[in-house]
């Protein structure tokens, strides 16, 4: 799908484009939702840029992904998608900044492209450039960072009081370390996206400083730039303390899940060395011999009851004394 972004006084508003028509001459963002070839080749007939395919998107070299060709600014990112699914998803988005346009191609609808066209669509200070509209976009995808990382923070606080927490007797034996261990792989999905993200938008804001003409980037848009640069380093920082506390709490779980399999293999020790002496009087006086103590007595079968019984009740009391229950 082909979208054309033409600024107004009210804000940015998008014009649908029927298949090859002429691109609005006042457009300054053109937008390729999962274009046809037909669509690409209709771009760049009449803008005079060159859209790169998948397959060239997909690529991780740094001059397959940031380069400039007749002064138009290539740039390729990779921005993690569907966070609110079960597990994120990461794609390619490519930005190409030239004069009087942005193309962005991209083959994903992610949520900070969604929030970024309603908030220009009542601000006319967010689309008066495609340089400008450029930084907007980036500032909503570093935002959505932000908005996920915090969420995995909140998370991660959530399973570590769940795991820490002391048992309680009406909830003895509810804890579900399972589920525990599947928040904490979603978790450590979503910041690897997360941080697969930032790296990508920190190389591709240092190219854009570094490589833009000084009369395409103003003053205050290179330091709004500076500033996004900033807050991606920071949030990549923060991603890996993140990343550190999610191992923590893995091992810490891992570890409950010994603790309670180790508590599980002592009860049945115990009931074995309790009930180990019983069998042993019980297999003594089952034996098919002619003379046996206490076998014709008539109290015989009550004192072997009476000694099975204590020879199960002294092993408790022991392990009970020492602790081990």
Same mark, same amino acid.
């Given at each position: 799908?082909?979208?054309?972004?033409?600024?107004?006084?009210?804000?940015?508003?998008?014009?649908?484009?029927?298949?090859?028509?002429?691109?609005?001459?006042?457009?300054?963002?053109?937008?390729?939702?999962? +274009? #046809? *070839? $037909? @669509?690409?080749?209709?771009? &760049?007939? %009449?803008?005079?840029?060159?859209? +790169? #395919? *998948? $397959? @060239?998107?997909?690529?991780? &070299?740094? %001059?397959?992904?940031?380069?400039?060709?007749?002064?138009?600014?290539?740039?390729?990112?990779?921005?993690?998608?569907?966070?609110?699914?079960?597990?994120?998803?990461?794609?390619?988005?490519?930005?190409?900044?030239?004069?009087?346009?942005?193309?962005?191609?991209?083959?994903?609808?992610?949520?900070?492209?969604?929030?970024?066209?309603?908030?220009?669509?009542?601000?006319?200070?967010?689309?008066?450039?495609?340089?400008?509209?450029?930084?907007?976009?980036?500032?909503?995808?570093?935002?959505?960072?932000?908005?996920?990382?915090?969420?995995?923070?909140?998370?991660?606080?959530?399973?570590?009081?769940?795991?820490?927490?002391?048992?309680?007797?009406?909830?003895?034996?509810?804890?579900?370390?399972?589920?525990?261990?599947?928040?904490?792989?979603?978790?450590?999905?979503?910041?690897?996206?997360?941080?697969?993200?930032?790296?990508?938008?920190?190389?591709?804001?240092?190219?854009?400083?570094?490589?833009?003409?000084?009369?395409?980037?103003?003053?205050?848009?290179?330091?709004?730039?500076?500033?996004?640069?900033?807050?991606?380093?920071?949030?990549?920082?923060?991603?890996?303390?993140?990343?550190?506390?999610?191992?923590?709490?893995?091992?810490?779980?891992?570890?409950?899940?010994?603790?309670?399999?180790?508590?599980?293999?002592?009860?049945?020790?115990?009931?074995?060395?309790?009930?180990?002496?019983?069998?042993?009087?019980?297999?003594?006086?089952?034996?098919?011999?002619?003379?046996?103590?206490?076998?014709?007595?008539?109290?015989?079968?009550?004192?072997?009851?009476?000694?099975?019984?204590?020879?199960?009740?002294?092993?408790?009391?022991?392990?009970?004394?020492?602790?081990?229950?």
């Amino acid at each position: 799908m082909l979208s054309a972004f033409v600024p107004h006084a009210q804000g940015l508003v998008r014009v649908e484009q029927p298949p090859l028509a002429p691109i609005p001459a006042d457009a300054v963002w053109i937008d390729l939702l999962e +274009p #046809t *070839p $037909e @669509e690409e080749k209709h771009v &760049e007939r %009449s803008l005079g840029v060159a859209i +790169p #395919t *998948p $397959e @060239e998107m997909r690529e991780i &070299e740094a %001059s397959s992904r940031l380069y400039e060709e007749d002064g138009v600014l290539y740039m390729t990112a990779t921005i993690a998608t569907r966070f609110d699914a079960d597990l994120p998803e990461s794609a390619q988005v490519t930005f190409i900044l030239a004069d009087s346009r942005l193309v962005t191609n991209r083959y994903v609808d992610p949520l900070p492209f969604r929030r970024f066209i309603a908030h220009a669509q009542a601000r006319p200070a967010a689309c008066s450039s495609p340089a400008v509209v450029l930084a907007g976009l980036l500032e909503a995808i570093v935002n959505r960072m932000a908005d996920v990382l915090e969420r995995v923070a909140g998370e991660l606080d959530s399973v570590t009081a769940l795991v820490f927490s002391p048992p309680r007797p009406e909830r003895a034996g509810q804890r579900d370390f399972r589920g525990v261990l599947q928040r904490v792989g979603q978790n450590g999905e979503v910041i690897s996206k997360a941080r697969e993200s930032l790296v990508s938008l920190g190389r591709l804001l240092v190219f854009l400083q570094q490589h833009a003409p000084n009369g395409r980037l103003t003053d205050e848009l290179r330091a709004r730039l500076r500033t996004l640069s900033r807050d991606v380093i920071a949030m990549s920082d923060y991603a890996s303390f993140l990343n550190d506390k999610l191992q923590f709490v893995l091992d810490a779980t891992l570890g409950m899940i010994n603790i309670d399999q180790n508590d599980i293999l002592k009860i049945f020790s115990v009931v074995t060395v309790v009930l180990l002496p019983p069998s042993v009087i019980g297999a003594f006086y089952g034996m098919n011999f002619q003379h046996m103590p206490w076998q014709h007595a008539p109290w015989g079968h009550w004192a072997a009851l009476a000694l099975m019984v204590a020879s199960a009740i002294i092993p408790y009391l022991l392990v009970k004394r020492r602790g081990w229950l």
